[in-house]
């Protein structure tokens, strides 16, 4: 066998019978975006029978750089590709249809997918039809009982099939193995001869702990002959049937081969009753009539019917060498059973609707517990807030996301605050504060862990995990610091900040996936894993918009409509009547909200429309850590001085329930949000404007964040400067009494509130679920390989390219004597020997602990 040349790609061309589609294959083949001297192209001449082998020995004179090989006798797709693959000298082994014509950038495309990591063994390509417009290949399923089919087939391509991601298998008709490990794993297996080879493949490469990529910048286009029908439907079913067999005897581990092989069986002889249209009753004595024709030893019967029968036959007859592979195999096995059902989408279509097919396929689930071995996915939720009837929004989000993936996961949500509140849906729990002991049997319990907050920094069981993390980033708390701190003194606020940013730092260090609120937080957040050292050239390759790494999951509402209950605010809260205009502050009173403004707005406004009403939500927050801030006095202080208090401004003293704030967002006119225009404005994501939108309201808010600018662009309300009362109170005046302009929002809110339901909202985050995976920089890691970081400026290669770069260097990294006469060195290269005076002076002054003097 060759040895393989590192950076090349063989690519297998298979012919049988098709030789002017080779041709024109390999003719566009040579003209991809890749190095032709990095380029071989083997085309394997499969026992054609015809003309074949001449036709295309005499085009070759043309193509000197392609190598043809004979074979005498039809191997079949998994033959012919094996025996092209032996002669192949690439590192990576290509396998390409005779009639498919690959895009330009179908050979790097791949190649980048390989560059993810180590791990990745096979890539397979984008195929879609001759006229690139609909889908041949985006990804395929594996049914339970061992018949693979594609998904999204014959469907328009589009953005939905644009993403990286792992597969269970590829096509066969564009794919990539890295040669040695197409070698080590005894390549296609040719007792299949053609059909489920590419999904056997597949699936051997996972069970030993390889990955397989889906890489849609690959791109094929493939004409489809169709060319079975020539030899028969019936062999076609056959040979389905057979290869269902043959894998699942082979890949199955000894548990899950128990249940399924008798249960394919079953089903397989249901299958071919339903196909024959035959009575399977008609044998049973008690329909026996005593006609001549009970005593005919002959029945005519399809042959498509009677193909499962010689399937099973043949099942059989192989078990012999099965039987080796499968010790083998399993043998060497990495992953279990579960792990890869992950992978094999929908493993309960029954690809054949007959009526008596689909009843045995429903009696054959039911009592074989079929549906119980694809073990649901565990995810441990974690949040340090309150859960109860009152929560807050951290807690509000972790609940959310909880509800989202029960749908397809296993869930527990864990707190380390008040846990009184339940679900139907998942688990509720509550963990105490260094009760490490019990946070340990949820992080065993669970496969991937979601977090908010302080979580990694108050558990270490869960930062030093090897589980799947993904962390929530959506409240950027070292920006909320720079206004909480504020007011606790210059020491205090300093540590405050620091420990909020090496808190987030921990998370972004250690996290796999992260979710953020928009696309400025997202553009912040890149920024701080970029100075960590998390962009780097193994989380690009695996995704050049790196969404794979960092992904939008914004706060959401329900997608139901509220519905009002009972009476809350209108004739409820003294001072406000059924006809009062109401805006309502939905959420708490933060330093990081301008309160004071809206206060005087409201006092501007009542001068000419005293019926107006300002109604706070919620002042005391239910999660008890969280202290009341220097604003709230301010806040009360200023109503009592303009004499609104109890007149045209109300606080609700205590948090709203969670399952009763539609009844007071619904018995308002209009929803308000002031804050100051600073950092944390920037990025923020004011979650009381969903409750806004949930509720239908018209918005006024002061802009700069992304929501103002929502707002202003969508017609939702209207958004205002910042501190500016008389825009601010003339925004109120519109929404509240301008009819128009009601109604405008009004349909303006109904319009964009769908963008942010939650399953909208969180549909990032269910679908990293559904495949999980380690960030590709943390898997290289953990597999061994240094990642490099990300150097200081200080000692770039930039500054390294200078003699002063070098001497600075030497002088800040060596140790003892080398380092001191390093650093004499450098300060009279940087500045004379003044420099190396003053530094001297100053060095003496420090080890005795005084002040120099001028």
């Not at 035959?278 to 498509?304: A, H, N, Q, W, Y």
């Not at 939108?693 to 205002?720: C, H, K, Q, Y």
């Amino acid at each position: 066998m060759p040895e393989f040349k590192p950076g090349f790609v063989s690519v297998i061309i298979v012919n049988f019978r098709g030789a002017a589609d080779t041709l024109e294959c390999v003719r566009t083949l040579i003209g991809v975006d890749w190095p032709a001297d990095r380029l071989e192209i083997i085309v394997v001449e499969n026992g054609s029978g015809d003309d074949s082998e001449n036709s295309i020995r005499a085009a070759m004179t043309e193509m000197p750089s392609v190598q043809l090989i004979v074979s005498d006798e039809n191997l079949g797709f998994t033959g012919g590709s094996n025996l092209g693959a032996s002669h192949a000298k690439g590192e990576f082994v290509a396998f390409l249809n005779n009639d498919a014509k690959p895009d330009a950038g179908w050979i790097r495309g791949a190649i980048k997918q390989f560059e993810i990591s180590p791990q990745v063994a096979a890539v397979g390509s984008k195929v879609l039809n001759w006229e690139g417009t609909h889908v041949d290949f985006v990804g395929g399923s594996v049914t339970w009982f061992g018949m693979g089919y594609k998904d999204h087939v014959t469907e328009l391509d589009d953005v939905r099939f644009d993403r990286p991601r792992d597969i269970l298998f590829g096509t066969g008709s564009a794919l990539f193995v890295r040669g040695e490990v197409f070698r080590s794993v005894g390549g296609f297996d040719e007792r299949m001869f053609m059909f489920y080879d590419d999904v056997d493949l597949g699936w051997r490469l996972n069970l030993l702990g390889y990955r397989v990529r889906y890489a849609p910048a690959s791109k094929v286009f493939h004409k489809h002959h169709g060319s079975m029908k020539s030899f028969g439907q019936y062999r076609e079913m056959y040979l389905l049937e057979r290869n269902a067999l043959f894998m699942l005897y082979k890949n199955l581990s000894a548990e899950s081969l128990a249940t399924f092989l008798p249960a394919a069986l079953a089903l397989s002889a249901r299958r071919s009753i339903a196909k024959s249209g035959l009575d399977s009753e008609s044998f049973d004595i008690r329909r026996f009539t005593g006609s001549s024709d009970e005593f005919d030893p002959t029945m005519e019967v399809d042959k498509e019917a009677i193909a499962g029968f010689f399937a099973i036959d043949q099942f059989v007859a192989n078990l012999p060498n099965l039987e080796i592979d499968r010790v083998n195999l399993q043998s060497r096995r990495t992953k279990t059973d579960s792990e890869l059902f992950r992978l094999f989408g929908d493993m309960f279509t029954p690809l054949f609707d007959a009526a008596h097919f689909t009843d045995g396929l429903e009696r054959i689930v039911s009592s074989f517990h079929i549906d119980s071995l694809k073990e649901r996915r565990r995810i441990l939720v974690v949040t340090g807030d309150s859960l109860g009837q009152k929560m807050a929004g951290p807690a509000m989000r972790a609940w959310k996301i909880s509800e989202a993936l029960s749908t397809e996961n296993d869930v527990r949500l864990v707190t380390w605050n008040v846990a009184s509140r339940s679900s139907d849906l998942f688990e509720v729990s509550r963990v105490r504060l260094g009760n490490e002991r019990d946070m340990k049997v949820h992080e065993g319990w669970a496969d991937v862990i979601v977090f908010q907050g302080h979580a990694l920094h108050h558990f270490k069981t869960l930062l030093d995990s090897d589980k799947i993390i993904v962390a929530d980033l959506y409240d950027p708390m070292h920006l909320e610091q720079l206004e909480q701190g504020r007011e606790f003194g210059t020491e205090s606020w300093v540590a405050q900040v620091r420990g909020a940013n090496d808190v987030l730092n921990q998370q972004l260090e250690r996290g796999d996936f992260f979710l953020c609120a928009s696309d400025r937080q997202r553009m912040f957040w890149l920024g701080q894993l970029t100075a960590l050292g998390r962009v780097n050239p193994h989380t690009y390759s695996a995704d050049e918009n790196l969404e794979g790494l960092i992904a939008i999951a914004p706060f959401g509402m329900d997608a139901q409509s509220p519905v009002h209950t009972r009476e809350a605010i209108r004739g409820v809260v003294p001072g406000i009547g059924k006809d009062d205009k109401v805006v309502i502050w939905g959420g708490g009173i933060y330093n990081w909200f301008d309160t004071l403004t809206l206060i005087r707005a409201i006092g501007r406004v009542a001068e000419t429309h005293p019926d107006v009403r300002l109604f706070f939500l919620g002042v005391a927050h239910p999660n008890p850590d969280v202290p009341e801030m220097e604003i709230v006095s301010k806040t009360r202080d200023l109503v009592e001085q303009l004499g609104l208090a109890g007149k045209n401004v109300f606080f609700n003293e205590q948090w709203v329930a969670l399952d009763d704030r539609q009844n007071y967002l619904l018995e308002a006119d209009a929803g308000v949000s002031t804050h100051y225009a600073h950092i944390e404005t920037t990025f923020s994501f004011r979650t009381r404007i969903l409750d806004y939108m949930w509720a239908e309201l018209p918005i006024v808010t002061t802009n700069g964040d992304g929501f103002g600018d929502l707002v202003e662009r969508t017609g939702m309300g209207i958004s205002v400067p910042e501190r500016n009362v008389e825009a601010l109170a003339d925004a109120l005046i519109k929404v509240l009494y301008d009819d128009e302009i009601k109604r405008n929002a009004h349909a303006a809110v109904l319009e964009v509130r769908e963008q942010f339901t939650w399953a909208e909202a969180l549909r990032p985050l269910i679908e990293f679920c559904r495949d999980p995976q380690i960030a590709p920089d943390r898997a290289t890691r953990l597999a061994g390989q240094r990642v490099e970081r990300v150097r200081s400026v200080r000692k770039s290669a930039l500054t390294r390219s200078t003699p002063e770069g070098r001497l600075h260097e030497a002088a800040t990294t060596s140790t003892g004597l080398a380092r001191e006469v390093a650093l004499i060195r450098y300060y009279v290269t940087e500045g004379g020997v003044t420099m190396l005076a003053s530094k001297a002076k100053s060095r003496v002054v420090s080890v005795l602990g005084g002040k120099a003097t001028t």
